[in-house]
């Protein structure tokens, strides 16, 4: 099954992945097919179909297994998850529905996702045209409509039926676990790397106190579990290239239980700072006060009947707690050898570690004025 579509072999990739996109539901034949090279995670490729002199375009991926190392129940919960959203939009009678939520392609035989020779698995989106997605929040006005946009994600979302969905990864956001893990990491220092990472060790280390936060609350009744998108990163709103409206949520591997105090605390890890995740000049990573405000509004409109009183009272700490989190994890995938994420360089994942840890400093320092917007809003 395909590989690689660079190189000598692209040929042959190419009609490895035309064969394998026949086995989809998709009408016409396969005549372009290119690597997309955003996300850190699956292998993902966009084909373009002809039929009848009209062309389409679909999104084939084959889903990491080293992360998500039960598809078919990771597929269950997407395809739920997806029938569930469009029954509520077309009750709420949005218009463009097809551009408003994921529209998975089955397989001919009517299963969500493909199993090829090899033991890979692999499933089929239809391409959304006419969006477009950022790294950046370049405005109060954008960052609002995002927020807004995983706001009415999760409301919509708020009524979902049983059963429970399933945990695609486990202990997705239990910052003590994350830290457990950074700690196996440094005592094995398999690739020797712990000295080239000692200060960004100790920044973690000093706030270990903080990952028990969320984690003691919610045993004490003091945080409700709800369905959560759990990976809410600005890219992962598709936006309309005219009309620049939010349309539509991506990324639906995350979805499951969690807090939403943790979607919120992502929102302003990627939208709140005024770079992206692997800026090196880390002077220019810092939070936005506007910014953050207008996430706030934004995604409060949604979901304020959500949210209890001490819920409202975190989610200025939700967004320190959160890149603290995605710090601790950067980090100990560069001491693990790079695993998890996809890296352009040998230092990229401890480029990237540090840079949350900046973005940590920076609420540090603005904590009392983010509590004050919140507060502000609250009234």
Not at 150 to 160: I, P, T
């Amino acid at each position: 099954m395909p590989k690689d579509a660079t190189g000598s072999g692209a040929a042959d990739f190419a009609a490895e992945l035309y064969a394998l996109g026949r086995q989809f539901d998709i009408a016409g034949r396969p005549i372009e097919v290119a690597s997309v090279t955003a996300g850190h995670i699956h292998d993902t490729y966009l084909v373009t179909y002809a039929d009848s002199g009209r062309r389409s375009r679909y999104i084939h991926q084959r889903i990491n297994q080293h992360v998500f190392r039960d598809p078919p129940r990771l597929m269950e919960n997407i395809e739920r998850v997806v029938r569930h959203l469009c029954a509520k939009l077309q009750s709420e009678q949005y218009p463009d529905i097809s551009r408003r939520v994921l529209n998975l392609v089955h397989t001919r035989d009517g299963r969500p996702y493909l199993r090829d020779e090899e033991g890979a698995y692999w499933r089929t989106w239809l391409y959304i045209e006419g969006v477009r997605s950022y790294a950046i929040v370049h405005s109060p006005a954008l960052a609002r409509r995002a927020a807004r946009a995983f706001g009415h994600f999760v409301r919509l979302l708020a009524d979902f039926p049983g059963p429970r969905l399933h945990e695609t990864i486990a202990d997705f956001h239990n910052t003590p676990r994350r830290y457990e893990r950074l700690r196996q990491a440094i005592d094995a220092d398999a690739c020797s790397r712990v000295t080239t990472a000692q200060k960004e060790i100790d920044f973690a280390g000093e706030r270990m106190a903080l990952a028990h936060t969320f984690v003691e609350l919610q045993a004490q009744g003091a945080l409700r579990q709800r369905i959560a998108h759990n990976d809410t990163k600005i890219t992962n709103v598709l936006f309309d290239t005219v009309s620049d409206e939010a349309l539509c949520v991506i990324d639906l591997d995350t979805v499951m239980p969690g807090l939403l105090l943790h979607d919120f605390g992502d929102l302003v890890r990627t939208a709140g700072s005024a770079s992206s995740e692997d800026e090196r000049e880390l002077e220019r990573v810092y939070v936005r006060l506007p910014v953050f405000e207008a996430l706030a509004h934004g995604y409060l409109a949604e979901t304020a009947p959500l949210f209890n009183e001490q819920e409202l009272n975190l989610l200025p700490f939700a967004g320190k707690l959160v890149s603290l989190e995605t710090g601790v994890r950067f980090l100990t995938d560069y001491l693990e050898g790079d695993t998890y994420f996809r890296t352009a360089h040998k230092q990229h994942n401890l480029e990237r570690a540090r840079n949350q840890f900046a973005l940590v400093r920076s609420i540090e320092k603005q904590e009392p004025a983010l509590q004050a917007i919140i507060a502000r809003l609250c009234q």
